[in-house]
């Protein structure tokens, strides 16, 4: 039978959470499978606290910079997805609106954002707004437009391309997918980190998941596990 099934070792794991600090110390009776199994518990039950505990403070540092600083990731992604690639080539990267509630995005060095040494960029591809708890991205003169790939509410996705322009209006805390041209990427409010819920997500692997930040990417890789796994399909990359 196991142990969770029988009355007594569920009241004894019940004290255990309740006073994990204490349990290993004041009770040395425990041995064998049976300390292995509660030992699991406390350890798995503090992790999962610290990680909610992590999750929630980001939350809370995230609400109270909403409609004052934006962040954004940018990667240029020539013939679509790749192995284990970094999603976001340049890191995250963040507007203070304070100092400006307007910018440019394209090719030339006058832009507020980048994009060099794509031809499928225009010079001046779209511009970028703040208006009340708006993000509003108008695209006036690209060749190739702009498209929202991807957002985190269930309104609809459109797109902006030559003969058929649209102003494409998100909130100021969603996060938003959107593609440049053909083959440029931009994450708006990219979200954090699934391991330390700290960090934005700048990796994307090669099963398609955009779920790691940098620095948890490269401890994945440094680990001594030859089986690196996705943390959301478990697929290997």
Known sequence: MLLSHRPEKKNKIESVK??????FTSNRKANGAEKN??????????????WKMRKEKNGN?????????????LTYIPGGRQEGQRF??????????DEKNAL?????????IVVEDDIHISRIHCYLFKIKQSLVVLDACSLLGTYTLKRSTDS????????????LTFGLDETVHIRLGAYCHIIL??????????????VRTKCGHSVLC??????????ANKQKRCPLCNSTF
């Open 18 to 23: 309740k006073d994990s600090k204490n349990f």
């Open 37 to 50: 199994y509660l030992e699991y518990i406390v350890y798995n039950t503090r992790n999962e606290n610290s």
């Open 61 to 73: 540092k995230k609400k109270d910079r909403v409609g004052k600083e934006l962040d954004y990731c």
């Open 88 to 97: 976001c080539a340049r890191a995250i990267s963040r507007i203070n609106f």
């Open 104 to 112: 440019t995005i394209g090719r030339t060095r006058i832009n507020d």
């Open 156 to 167: 609809k996705c459109l797109h902006s391309f030559p003969n058929e322009r649209h102003v």
């Open 189 to 202: 409010n990219p979200k954090t980190c699934v391991v330390c819920q700290e960090n934005s997500r700048s």
């Open 214 to 223: 940098s620095e948890c990417f490269d401890k994945l890789n440094r680990s």
